[in-house]
């Protein structure tokens, strides 16, 4: 009689082994999500304290050129940054705002910032994300927990779930919320 495992058991071990392999990568893999999606709301709140700055300094904040940048670097702050590359700041008067303006960890997605003009100032800004986590807390949901999106706002190649702003507007004012996909 010899020692050794019968086919049958070698089957097993192998199956088991596969199953624990794949409930440990769907685990790995939402917790990439949702490092990507802590690291974008941290970029936001990053990006809105510089804007604070930006303001106390120009008494307005960086316009934005309708495509979801911002209009606050270079000779006076008003040159148009780019996410991921741009230092925000004055260079005019040496002042830095940030070091540089923070992009989207995820290839094709970018944030979106838009301004409210009233008079001549832009006094009011909204700045968005794309949330991976449709199932976050910070992305709103409709009656049914159906997620919603800016439908009018693309985050790169996806719609806007997720928002900040100066503290005089909440985000999403003058956006109109629907379901993703529709």
């Given at each position: 009689?010899?020692?050794?495992?019968?086919?049958?058991?070698?089957?097993?071990s192998i199956t088991i082994i596969g199953i624990l392999a794949s409930i440990g990568l769907s685990t790995f893999t939402s917790a990439q999500i949702k490092g990507r999606d802590a690291k974008r709301k941290a970029h936001l709140r990053q990006v809105v304290d510089a804007l604070e700055a930006y303001y106390n300094d120009k008494s307005q904040y960086p316009a934005d050129d309708d495509n979801g940048n911002m209009m606050g670097c270079g000779a006076d702050a008003e040159a148009l940054c780019t996410w991921g590359t741009s230092a925000f700041q004055n260079s005019t008067t040496g002042t830095v705002y940030m070091i540089k303006i923070p992009a989207d960890p995820t290839l094709g997605l970018s944030y979106y910032y838009d301004t409210v003009i009233?008079?001549?100032k832009n006094t009011k800004f909204q700045i968005y994300a794309r949330l991976e986590n449709t199932k976050d807390l910070d992305v709103k949901k409709d009656g049914a927990g159906t997620p919603q999106v800016y439908e009018d706002l693309?985050?790169?190649?996806?719609e806007c779930n997720y928002g900040l702003s100066s503290t005089n507007i909440l985000p999403g004012t003058n956006r109109t919320l629907g379901a993703e996909g529709q």
């Open positions: 009689m010899k020692k050794g495992f019968t086919l049958i058991e070698l089957l097993v009233e008079g001549s693309n985050c790169g190649t996806k």
